[in-house]
């Protein structure tokens, strides 16, 4: 049993299958406030605590994904600058995972708690 909500994801280069590391990542909730800003680590995975009390349960929030550079160091040009997924938090106190597999014009995802 969780006493706060985690956000976990994890990227995937969907072109080569591996982790798709180093892409900037973070939580806004819609108003404005950013909940967090980090990167996603080494194996393309992100793993965040957020306190029960900074949640609003009726607020949407945006999970961003600055993946334009990521395909630029690639040599892929690309016109999206990011991914960005919306979802509410209707608990304070579970988990929210939402691995994604990019590729440079498409991605894919899910929500498992």
């Given at each position: 049993?969780?006493?706060?909500?985690?956000?976990?994801?994890?990227?995937?280069?969907?072109?080569?299958?591996?982790?798709?590391?180093?892409?900037?990542?973070?939580?806004?909730?819609?108003?404005?406030?950013?909940?967090?800003?980090?990167?996603?680590?080494?194996?393309?995975?992100?793993?965040q605590i957020i306190k029960p009390e900074i949640i609003d349960i009726s607020s949407i929030y945006e999970l961003t994904f600055d993946t334009r550079a990521y395909w630029s160091n690639r040599g892929y040009d690309?016109?999206?600058?990011?991914?960005?997924?919306?979802?509410?938090?209707?608990?304070?106190?579970?988990?929210?995972?939402?691995?994604?597999?990019?590729?440079?014009?498409?991605?894919?995802?899910?929500?498992?708690?």
């Amino acid at each position: 049993h969780s006493i706060m909500a985690i956000v976990t994801s994890h990227t995937l280069n969907g072109v080569d299958g591996t982790h798709a590391s180093g892409i900037s990542v973070k939580l806004i909730k819609l108003n404005g406030e950013i909940l967090f800003e980090s990167n996603m680590d080494k194996g393309g995975r992100l793993n965040q605590i957020i306190k029960p009390e900074i949640i609003d349960i009726s607020s949407i929030y945006e999970l961003t994904f600055d993946t334009r550079a990521y395909w630029s160091n690639r040599g892929y040009d690309q016109i999206m600058e990011q991914i960005v997924l919306r979802f509410k938090i209707p608990n304070p106190e579970s988990s929210y995972h939402m691995p994604i597999i990019i590729n440079p014009n498409s991605y894919s995802t899910w929500w498992s708690g």
